[in-house]
């Protein structure tokens, strides 16, 4: 007979709490931090503020003028981080974090999805977004995550998985 591992109670709770500041992480954060490779191979770090659908998708709406956006255009892979507020943390070595990698697609702005991503801006970030939506150097990308992690502290590390990386499964190793 084989053995089945329990879930131990503490267990339970404690993927209950990491659930829930998953979740805490793609509403109250407003932005991500994207790490980017230059056309040298280089790497570069930035952030901007991020929308996100039902599906766990991400989409940002940059200037063509930064750098960042050249490396999503000819890379077409990022590396994104969402992480919790430096003053809303209790030991800053352990910072609550999601880090996603995904693929990059360009939204173009005549199509339908433009219309909804900006329906998603807008619900986010009000007025504002409406003042800049009509900026012809700015563009929208759909971020695409292909696997991620979270961290909730020390030794509580998880890999995210499933059709919209929201199953949670605790690194052993």
């Known amino acids: 007979m084989t053995e089945q591992k329990k879930t131990e109670p503490h267990d339970a709770e404690a993927l209950a709490t990491a659930h829930n500041i998953y979740q805490?992480?793609?509403?109250?954060?407003?932005?991500?931090?994207?790490?980017?490779?230059?056309?040298?191979?280089?790497?570069?770090?930035?952030?901007?503020?991020?929308?996100?659908?039902?599906?766990?998708?991400?989409?940002?709406?940059?200037?063509?003028?930064?750098?960042?956006?050249?490396?999503?255009?000819?890379?077409?892979?990022?590396?994104?981080?969402?992480?919790?507020?430096?003053?809303e943390t209790s030991q800053i070595f352990a910072r609550h974090r999601l880090t996603f990698t995904c693929q990059v697609e360009v939204v173009e702005r005549d199509s339908d999805d433009w219309d909804n991503i900006a329906s998603l801006y807008e619900a986010r970030f009000g007025s504002f977004f409406n003042l800049i939506k009509?900026?012809?150097?700015?563009?929208?990308?759909?971020?695409v995550p292909q696997g991620g992690a979270l961290v909730v502290g020390f030794g509580q590390a998880y890999n995210l998985e499933g059709d919209t990386l929201d199953e949670l499964t605790l690194r052993r190793e």
Do not use: C, R, W
């Open 24 to 87: 805490d992480l793609l509403t109250k954060q407003q932005s991500i931090i994207l790490s980017t490779i230059n056309a040298d191979g280089s790497p570069h770090a930035s952030y901007t503020p991020f929308a996100i659908d039902d599906k766990k998708n991400f989409y940002i709406f940059i200037s063509t003028l930064a750098h960042h956006t050249g490396n999503l255009m000819n890379k077409g892979q990022v590396s994104i981080m969402v992480i919790a507020d430096e003053a």
């Open 134 to 143: 009509g900026f012809k150097d700015f563009s929208m990308f759909k971020l």
